[in-house]
């Protein structure tokens, strides 16, 4: 079951973004990461990780039509941008992205969703449930066992670049 912030952050997070771009000077560095505005210190990060071949967005939109379920452009987007990364976790690791053909932790259909008092909560790594990465159609990352929750990806993206919590890369 995702958890992610209590209303009070929620209102305050268009502010809290607008501050942290403003602190972190973010621009978007490169155009593969299409609406996904990230600091020159996240990119770097991003740089140091594996990036596995991702699932399709056509077969990602397949597979949730499939439950009537219609993504919002936003997740589609994170699919596109962050699909694949392998992001360390000790001695795991968080295959990013909506839908995976060969996951280890999503079941046999590849990928997960819950819809709970009328919004969508996605599964967006393919990861032990311990570190609950649940993407919502807002926007917000549960990530709980990952030092969360988080206003956004970018956010979690962006600890991860400044070592909170401490990670290991691939390089």
């Given at each position: 079951?995702?958890?992610?912030?209590?209303?009070?952050?929620?209102?305050?997070?268009?502010?809290?973004?607008?501050?942290?771009?403003?602190?972190l000077?973010?621009?978007?560095?490169?155009?593969?990461?299409?609406?996904?505005?990230?600091?020159?210190?996240?990119?770097?990060?991003?740089?140091?990780?594996?990036?596995?071949?991702?699932?399709?967005?056509?077969?990602?939109?397949?597979?949730?039509?499939?439950?009537?379920?219609?993504?919002?452009?936003?997740?589609?987007?994170?699919?596109?941008?962050?699909?694949?990364?392998?992001?360390?976790?000790?001695?795991?690791?968080?295959?990013?992205?909506?839908?995976?053909d060969?996951?280890?932790?999503?079941?046999?259909?590849?990928?997960d969703?819950?819809?709970?008092?009328?919004?969508?909560?996605?599964a967006?790594?393919?990861?032990?449930?311990?570190?609950?990465?649940?993407?919502?159609?807002?926007?917000?990352?549960?990530?709980?066992?990952?030092?969360?929750?988080?206003?956004?990806?970018?956010?979690?993206?962006?600890?991860?670049?400044?070592?909170?919590?401490?990670?290991?890369?691939?390089?």
């Amino acid at each position: 079951m995702p958890h992610l912030p209590n209303n009070s952050v929620n209102r305050t997070s268009a502010s809290l973004r607008a501050a942290t771009a403003a602190h972190l000077n973010v621009r978007n560095p490169i155009a593969t990461m299409g609406k996904h505005q990230i600091s020159d210190r996240a990119h770097a990060f991003l740089t140091t990780l594996r990036r596995r071949p991702s699932v399709s967005v056509e077969t990602v939109i397949a597979k949730f039509s499939q439950f009537g379920i219609r993504l919002p452009d936003s997740l589609i987007q994170f699919h596109v941008d962050f699909g694949g990364y392998v992001i360390p976790l000790g001695f795991e690791e968080a295959i990013l992205g909506l839908v995976h053909d060969e996951a280890r932790f999503l079941g046999e259909n590849g990928f997960d969703f819950e819809v709970e008092n009328g919004e969508l909560f996605v599964a967006c790594a393919d990861a032990h449930p311990s570190y609950d990465f649940w993407l919502s159609s807002n926007g917000s990352l549960a990530g709980l066992g990952n030092g969360g929750p988080y206003v956004s990806f970018e956010e979690y993206v962006e600890n991860l670049a400044a070592g909170y919590p401490d990670v290991p890369t691939n390089s």
